[in-house]
Protein backbone atom coordinates (compact mmCIF):
# COMPACT_ATOMS: atom_id res chain seq x y z
CA UNK A 1 0.00 0.00 0.00
CA UNK A 2 1.50 3.33 -1.24
CA UNK A 3 1.56 6.13 1.24
CA UNK A 4 2.20 9.68 0.14
CA UNK A 5 2.86 12.31 2.54
CA UNK A 6 1.94 16.05 1.63
CA UNK A 7 3.47 19.32 3.01
CA UNK A 8 4.64 22.83 2.13
CA UNK A 9 1.17 24.40 2.38
CA UNK A 10 0.22 27.74 3.96
CA UNK A 11 -1.08 31.34 3.91
CA UNK A 12 -0.02 33.95 1.31
CA UNK A 13 -1.13 37.15 -0.16
CA UNK A 14 -1.49 37.31 -3.64
CA UNK A 15 1.46 37.08 -6.01
CA UNK A 16 3.40 35.19 -3.30
CA UNK A 17 4.99 31.59 -4.26
CA UNK A 18 4.44 28.40 -2.19
CA UNK A 19 6.49 25.16 -2.49
CA UNK A 20 4.20 22.09 -2.24
CA UNK A 21 6.26 18.40 -1.76
CA UNK A 22 4.65 14.97 -1.55
CA UNK A 23 6.89 12.33 -0.11
CA UNK A 24 6.06 8.54 -1.24
CA UNK A 25 6.60 5.64 1.03
CA UNK A 26 7.90 3.19 -0.93
CA UNK A 27 10.27 2.79 -3.43
CA UNK A 28 7.96 1.46 -6.02
CA UNK A 29 7.43 5.26 -6.43
CA UNK A 30 9.53 5.52 -9.71
CA UNK A 31 6.44 3.75 -11.20
CA UNK A 32 3.90 5.90 -11.03
CA UNK A 33 2.02 8.55 -12.59
CA UNK A 34 2.06 11.40 -10.20
CA UNK A 35 -0.73 14.19 -9.70
CA UNK A 36 -1.40 17.23 -7.70
CA UNK A 37 -4.99 17.52 -7.33
CA UNK A 38 -7.07 20.61 -5.36
CA UNK A 39 -10.68 20.79 -4.00
CA UNK A 40 -11.81 24.31 -3.20
CA UNK A 41 -14.57 24.45 -0.45
CA UNK A 42 -18.26 23.64 -2.28
CA UNK A 43 -15.85 22.60 -5.59
CA UNK A 44 -15.22 19.22 -6.70
CA UNK A 45 -11.66 18.11 -6.80
CA UNK A 46 -9.63 19.35 -9.92
CA UNK A 47 -6.53 18.06 -12.04
CA UNK A 48 -3.66 20.60 -11.63
CA UNK A 49 -0.65 18.95 -13.07
CA UNK A 50 0.36 15.34 -13.39
CA UNK A 51 4.12 14.23 -14.56
CA UNK A 52 4.77 11.01 -16.21
CA UNK A 53 7.38 7.95 -14.83
CA UNK A 54 10.37 9.53 -16.53
CA UNK A 55 9.32 12.84 -16.50
CA UNK A 56 9.12 12.84 -20.52
CA UNK A 57 5.20 13.53 -20.08
CA UNK A 58 3.94 17.14 -18.39
CA UNK A 59 0.03 18.22 -18.16
CA UNK A 60 -0.81 21.54 -16.29
CA UNK A 61 -4.29 22.77 -15.94
CA UNK A 62 -5.01 25.77 -18.21
CA UNK A 63 -5.47 28.07 -14.93
CA UNK A 64 -2.07 27.57 -13.83
CA UNK A 65 0.02 27.39 -16.72
CA UNK A 66 2.77 29.56 -16.94
CA UNK A 67 2.76 30.18 -12.61
CA UNK A 68 2.74 26.49 -11.39
CA UNK A 69 5.94 23.77 -12.43
CA UNK A 70 5.97 20.10 -11.21
CA UNK A 71 8.44 18.14 -10.48
CA UNK A 72 9.87 14.71 -9.35
CA UNK A 73 13.21 13.60 -7.96
CA UNK A 74 12.71 9.54 -7.76
CA UNK A 75 15.86 9.04 -6.05
CA UNK A 76 14.24 11.04 -2.89
CA UNK A 77 10.24 9.17 -3.91
CA UNK A 78 9.51 12.75 -3.69
CA UNK A 79 6.96 14.80 -6.11
CA UNK A 80 7.33 18.90 -6.45
CA UNK A 81 4.54 21.72 -7.43
CA UNK A 82 6.36 25.14 -7.30
CA UNK A 83 3.70 27.59 -7.37
CA UNK A 84 4.26 31.34 -8.18
CA UNK A 85 2.53 34.52 -9.03
CA UNK A 86 -0.66 32.30 -6.53
CA UNK A 87 -4.01 34.19 -6.85
CA UNK A 88 -6.99 34.01 -4.36
CA UNK A 89 -8.75 31.76 -6.64
CA UNK A 90 -5.75 28.74 -5.99
CA UNK A 91 -7.33 28.65 -3.00
CA UNK A 92 -8.19 24.98 -1.58
CA UNK A 93 -6.75 21.33 0.09
CA UNK A 94 -4.04 20.05 -2.66
CA UNK A 95 -3.45 16.50 -2.79
CA UNK A 96 -0.74 14.02 -4.45
CA UNK A 97 -2.06 11.32 -5.86
CA UNK A 98 -0.32 8.16 -8.02
CA UNK A 99 -1.30 5.31 -10.38
CA UNK A 100 0.51 2.84 -11.97
CA UNK A 101 -0.05 1.18 -15.18
CA UNK A 102 0.40 4.12 -17.11
CA UNK A 103 3.53 5.11 -18.02
CA UNK A 104 2.52 8.46 -19.79
CA UNK A 105 -0.24 9.64 -17.72
CA UNK A 106 -2.27 9.53 -20.37
CA UNK A 107 -5.89 10.88 -18.58
CA UNK A 108 -3.96 12.84 -16.26
CA UNK A 109 -6.97 14.42 -14.39
CA UNK A 110 -9.48 11.73 -14.69
CA UNK A 111 -9.06 11.12 -10.40
CA UNK A 112 -10.73 8.12 -10.47
CA UNK A 113 -7.79 6.33 -12.17
CA UNK A 114 -5.49 7.69 -9.22
CA UNK A 115 -5.35 4.71 -6.73
CA UNK A 116 -3.17 6.27 -3.90
CA UNK A 117 -3.96 9.68 -2.86
CA UNK A 118 -2.39 11.74 0.21
CA UNK A 119 -4.28 13.63 3.25
CA UNK A 120 -3.90 17.25 1.96
CA UNK A 121 -2.39 20.27 2.25
CA UNK A 122 -3.89 23.42 2.99
CA UNK A 123 -2.95 26.41 0.63
CA UNK A 124 -4.79 29.94 1.56
CA UNK A 125 -3.77 33.07 -0.65
CA UNK A 126 -5.18 36.37 0.38
CA UNK A 127 -6.38 38.95 -2.10
Known amino acids: QEQLVESGGGSVQAGGSLRLSCTASQSTYASYCMGWFRQAPGEEREGVAA????????YYADSVKGRFTISRDNAKNTLYLQMNSLKPEDTGIYYC????????????????????WGQGTQVTVSS
Open 97 to 116: AARSGERLCAQWDARTLYAY
Open 51 to 58: ISIGGSRI
